[in-house]
């Protein structure tokens, strides 16, 4: 089964962004809410929800089986290292007391340069890397849209501070509870997939 249709494309992509953001809050709730307890054990939230996306994905593409195998494993191998470094550099940023403040002045200048500024140049590399895979297998994907869910992306952790601002979240409208709270996640991964929506060409 392919789905063609881009409004049924949205829909579950909806659905989908919803699920994922949802199985990391419940994770974070079972696990206690309280300071920052969150970033102290391994999220099984981040895997799931990378192999419920790729389940999506795989619905958008009428691939062959050798094809589909190959492409699924490259994005698990992709995602696993982008995802890594993201969670890297996020406990950089929100690291904090005195085992904090001695690992920065421990670190050499280039070392806290790239922890402190590394994730704005991971964040754009999601999309790109789904439209690189998605062209090695012979699949047009406009670099525009490529652009597009980039600033999404981007312009998502305002818009996701705006909504806990707006819902009076616990723990206030932040950088680290837009990501915490789980508000960010169907945020990104709606702006993620607008890319796999919005490509349904296959080169010949």
Known sequence: MTIQSKFYRYLTLFFVAILCGAIWRIEIEYHGWGGL????????????????????????FDFSLKKRLAINIAALLIGTLLLYWLSQFLVFMFNAGPSAMLLHFQMEDWTRLFYSYGIY????????????????????????HVVLSVISMFLSIPIACYILDWTNHVGGANYIH???????????????????????????
């Open 121 to 144: 140049f991971l964040i754009p590399l999601f999309p790109i890397s789904t439209a690189l895979l998605l062209r090695l297998v012979n699949v047009k994907c406009s670099w525009y």
């Open 37 to 60: 307890t969150w970033l102290t054990y391994y999220h099984w939230a981040v895997p799931i929800s990378l192999i419920v996306y790729l389940f999506w994905a795989n619905l958008l």
């Open 178 to 204: 837009v990501i915490k709270s789980g508000v960010l996640i169907p945020l990104w991964l709606f702006s993620m997939g607008f890319v796999l929506v919005q490509t349904n060409k296959i080169c010949n």
